[in-house]
């Protein structure tokens, strides 16, 4: 299967708790994107990286979630202290980099639904 | 902010046409998208139009863009039961390489 994989599935963590998930991109994909989505809402913007460099984070990204790609391969995001309402479907897209229609196009993982408790 | 704007439910009969409506903000937006979202899965990508074209045909789905009031439909021909899920409108402004969705449209098709 060569389309974007994201490990776990589900996490439920106590407040207060460090999460990471990871996400394996489509190997030949040089952008990756993180969102997280809230039940009832779209996809919201969290963070992107072209390779290893990470160009744009949202102000939705407080101080306590960081994300890494180390090797422009697979990346991480991790929470720390988390609260109740980090609660959410926290997907990840990756797409080619080049500036033509098939780099357009995003491709998404099952995402990992994280539940506070 | 950009914004983009649909309407949350939609039912249909199961045969008829569905037309899923959106409305954005950035009049700088290059790419728009239509993503479907099945319960508990990722966003599929369903079709997706350049800012340059006003028409897009693929199969049972058609795409219409009116950029001058930035209205996007997905009209989706002989609905089935399958085809119940979420449905995603984004677009993407130039110069960005990040899409901004909307809320989602819920598509409920019933016998």
């Not at chain 1, 952008?31 to 160009?55: H, I, K, M, S, V």
Request: glycine share 8%; net charge neutral; hydrophobic share 30%.
């Amino acid at each position: 299967d060569t389309g974007v994989s994201q490990n776990p599935r589900h996490k439920i963590t106590k407040r207060g708790q460090n999460v990471t998930f990871r996400c394996d991109p489509i190997s030949e994909h040089n952008r990756l994107y993180w969102y997280r989505q809230t039940l009832g809402q779209g996809p919201e913007f969290l963070t992107y990286f072209q390779n290893e460099a990470q160009l744009e984070k949202s102000r939705l990204l407080s101080d306590r979630f960081s994300a890494e790609r180390p090797k422009g391969s697979f990346s991480t995001l991790e929470i720390q202290r988390t609260e109740q309402g980090d609660s959410a479907m926290y997907l990840c897209a990756s797409s080619l980099d080049r500036d033509t229609p098939a780099g357009e196009k995003l491709f998404f993982g099952s995402g990992t639904q994280l539940s506070v408790l | 902010g950009e914004d983009v704007e649909q309407s949350l439910f939609l039912s249909v009969r199961e045969g008829d046409s569905s037309v899923i409506n959106c409305t954005y903000t950035d009049s700088s937006s290059t790419y728009l998208y239509w993503y479907k979202q099945e319960p508990g899965a990722g966003l599929q990508l369903l079709t997706y139009i350049f800012s340059n074209m006003d028409m897009k045909q693929d199969q049972r789905l058609t795409v219409l863009l009116n950029k001058k009031d930035k209205h996007l439909s997905l009209r989706i021909a002989d609905t089935q039961t399958g085809d119940s899920a979420i449905y995603f409108c984004a677009e993407k402004g130039g110069g960005s390489y990040i899409p901004t969705f909307g809320r989602g449209t819920s598509l409920i098709v019933h016998p």
